[in-house]
């Protein structure tokens, strides 16, 4: 039974994805309530199996076949918190898709593609088979090429293109790291493979895979050109699906999997600060609205990545926590775009204002998400950010922290300008309305989550706290 309900998790979207095409031929209405109901089968079947994690039961599936490949999924506390972040976010991301892709062609291929992109993140995070990971990997690679080139303008199908090419060659790289590290250890089995130290060059190779997926320093360029996409689209890349991917990738190998060389845990640290500084200063000056949260992204990513690097228990919670909290605020912030886009038809920010009249609703669930990347208490994002300051501490990265403390600073900044100029102030733009009801109430949903995530957080704390000792075999 478990076995079964671990599957399905990663079954139910992955075929309904295929089974879209068909609802469509038959009611558009029915395509659309299909596609949520299959993205949110994800969700519900994670709760199901983190309750019985939560209670000491372990959920294994595995088939073995020859030449030392096999075929297995596990779902352990930190696989079931991140599938339950990714689908409980694409969830919203779909209800709210209901009003903003109502308007284009090639609706049916959008939902299947979504669809499909959240079964292939199941299946990757549920894996503990490298080949397995980069099968998904891959996977996810070719669902958001397509859905970045959605509305099919010759720049936009190049900017997809760019995205494909470089996270599809970091990928590459990655699958040579792994052979590498079949080749030190004999298997491809995260199980097996746990504890053994693997060499610098295989590390090198993975980390490349990761950092470009997850658009880090030096291969950020292809995130905000990404922003040509539908704003569900780019709220899925961003906050739910895509980067995310790297960090959970970065966590399952290099902080519980790989035993690595320390060099490591100084090399990544300089990173992820070099990122998330020189993204929050293209923050700062940019004035496409998509972009700048797009180089916040890149931003926030680095917080993560100095939380998990740390090799320390607060940071790697941290870590966790931070992609919880910024999941919810960065796809709220996105969708909020796509609403002041698709109802204005203007992306520069500098000809926005004073829209707080028009989309009231709009502009408070902004605010209340852009609150929470910012790290102001009460909301969420204050208390995950605070962890990872803590850690650094902890681990000794002085220099490292004060240069996240500038572009903590900095994230205040940039989002404060983006609000102004967009919602405040003098109209520069008439006969502009609110989003649909749908849309609407999704943007508001993530903005009361962003803020309850923080007053509630005890509870994901204790889930993020029981991932990191559950997956290191502290607890069982």
């Known amino acids: 039974m478990p076995e079964t309900i671990l599957i399905l998790t990663i079954l139910i979207p992955m075929a309904g994805s295929a089974v879209l095409p068909f609802a469509g031929l038959l009611s558009r209405r029915l395509r659309n309530i299909l596609a949520f109901c299959f993205v949110f089968s994800s969700f519900l079947l994670s709760l199901v199996m983190l309750t019985r994690i939560l209670s000491g039961e372990q959920i294994v599936f595995f088939k073995q076949f020859p030449l030392g490949l096999n075929f297995s999924f596990t779902a352990d506390a930190l696989a079931v918190f991140m599938a339950i972040v990714s689908s409980l976010i694409s969830s919203i991301i779909v209800f709210y898709s209901f009003g903003y892709i109502s308007h284009y062609e090639h609706q049916t291929e959008y939902y299947s593609m979504v669809t499909l992109f959240l079964g292939s993140m199941m299946g990757l995070v549920f894996s503990s088979n490298l080949i397995l990971i980069y099968v998904f990997w891959e996977m996810t690679a070719i669902c958001s090429w397509r859905l970045i080139g959605f509305f099919r303008e010759k720049n936009y199908v190049l900017r997809a293109d760019k995205a494909f090419l470089m996270t599809v060659s970091g990928a590459l790289l990655m699958l040579a790291g792994f052979l590498l590290v079949y080749q030190q250890t004999g298997s491809f089995d995260l199980s097996v493979i746990k504890g053994n130290p693997i060499g610098n060059l295989a590390i090198f190779f993975i980390l490349a895979g990761i950092l470009s997926k997850s658009a880090v320093l030096p291969f950020q360029a292809w995130l905000p050109d990404a922003g040509v996409a539908p704003s569900p689209v780019t ?167 004060f240069v996240f403390l500038i572009g903590a600073f900095m994230t205040v900044l940039y989002l404060v300008r983006l609000f102004n100029l967009v919602f405040m102030g003098e109209p520069h733009t008439t006969l502009v309305k609110e989003g649909s009801r749908t849309m609407v109430t999704a943007v508001l949903i993530l903005g009361i989550l962003s803020l309850a995530s923080g007053i509630f957080v005890y509870y994901p704390f204790k889930v993020a706290q029981f991932s990191v000792l559950n997956v290191a075999g502290l607890i069982k």
Not at 282 to 304: H, M, N, P, W
Not at 338 to 357: A, P, S, Y
């Open 235 to 401: 709220a899925l890349l961003h906050a739910a699906v895509l980067v995310k991917i790297g960090v959970y990738v970065f966590a399952r190998l290099f902080v519980f999997t790989f035993n690595i060389d320390q060099i490591w845990h100084t090399i990544v640290p300089i990173i992820a600060a070099a990122s998330a500084i020189v993204s929050a200063g293209c923050a700062l000056v940019e004035t496409d609205i998509k972009r700048i949260i797009a180089y916040s992204t890149i931003s926030q990513i680095g917080f993560i990545f100095l939380g998990l690097s740390t090799n320390s228990n607060i940071g790697i919670v941290g870590g966790l926590l931070y992609i919880l909290m910024h999941g919810l605020s960065k796809a709220g912030l996105f969708l909020c775009a796509g609403i002041v886009e698709q109802n204005t038809k203007i992306k520069d920010i500098t000809r926005l204002g004073g829209l707080i009249k028009a989309m009231p609703i709009t502009a408070i669930s902004f605010l209340l998400c852009a609150f929470s990347v910012m790290g102001i208490p009460p909301f969420g994002g204050f208390f995950s950010k605070y962890m990872v300051f803590a850690s650094a501490v902890e681990s000794g990265h002085l220099v490292i922290n």
